[in-house]
């Protein structure tokens, strides 16, 4: 059974660093891509971040540039988003997402995370 567990979400101050992390297990991901995608009260799924399973081509959402970084680890199965300096309006639910083909957008995503809840207060 696949699953994708996200963890390390919390509260922090404005100006802060979180990082989350997104464990996969169940089937071999080294030739997928994971995402990140959060989702604020009232609003849509966003897109975040994604990148090749082997480090490669990470590409980010134009509010995050140069304060989020995706990275992977495969020894530990795990994806993470390191987010600094954060802000109040990147408060949301941070879902992790996986799939073999490189996603635009929301859709196609095979494998989705249950979400982690981070809160930045101001």
């Known amino acids: 059974q696949v699953q994708l567990v996200e963890s390390g979400g919390g509260l922090v101050q404005a100006g802060g660093s979180l990082r989350l992390s997104c464990a996969a297990s169940?089937?071999?991901?080294?030739?997928?891509?994971m995402g990140w995608f959060r989702q604020a009260p009232g609003k849509e799924r966003e897109f975040v971040a994604d990148i090749h399973w082997s480090g490669s081509s990470a590409s980010y959402a134009d509010p995050v540039k140069g304060r989020f970084a995706i990275s992977t680890d495969n020894a530990k199965n795990t994806v993470y988003l390191q987010m600094n300096s954060l802000k109040a309006e990147d408060t949301a639910v941070y879902y992790c997402?996986?799939?073999?083909?490189?996603?635009?957008?929301?859709?196609?995503?095979?494998?989705w995370g249950q979400g982690t809840q981070v809160t930045v207060s101001s």
């Open positions: 997402a996986a799939d073999p083909q490189r996603r635009i957008g929301l859709s196609g995503w095979m494998y």
């Open positions: 169940g089937r071999t991901f080294s030739r997928d891509f």
